[in-house]
């Protein structure tokens, strides 16, 4: 079982960075593949980034790549996300989920475990 808790949402204008932190408890975090889902007022959750259990793999949607930078310490039981050159349409609850495979997915339904979002608000 793993508890998740996203931190370092806020409201920036277009341009800056923020850097969300996804704290993990319990046994299985360095078992598990991490990621970063968003979803947007009515809109599904999307994927944004996935990282391997060992961290030597990532992988970023299109809409953020070479913007975003999935990372995790698991020594620390956390996993992080570096956005910089924010736009508006990131927008959004940041997820981060966890799933007990070392492989990262870019389905939503994969993903076992879920925090309860953080919000990113970027003005234009």
């Known amino acids: 079982q793993v508890q998740l808790v996203e931190s370092g949402g806020g409201l920036v204008q277009a341009g800056a960075s923020l850097r969300l932190s996804c704290a993990a408890s319990g046994r299985t975090f360095s078992n598990s593949a991490m990621g970063w889902f968003r979803q947007a007022p009515g809109k599904e959750r999307e994927f944004v980034a996935g990282i391997s259990l060992s961290g030597s793999l990532t992988r970023y949607s299109d809409s953020v790549a070479g913007r975003f930078t999935i990372s995790r310490n698991n020594g620390r039981n956390s996993l992080y996300l570096q956005m910089n050159n924010l736009k508006s349409e990131d927008t959004a609850v940041y997820y981060c989920?966890?799933?007990?495979?070392?492989?990262?997915?870019?389905?939503?339904?994969?993903?076992?475990?879920w925090g309860q979002g953080t919000q990113v608000t970027v003005s234009s």
């Open positions: 989920a966890g799933r007990q495979l070392w492989a990262i997915s870019m389905n939503r339904n994969d993903y076992m475990y």
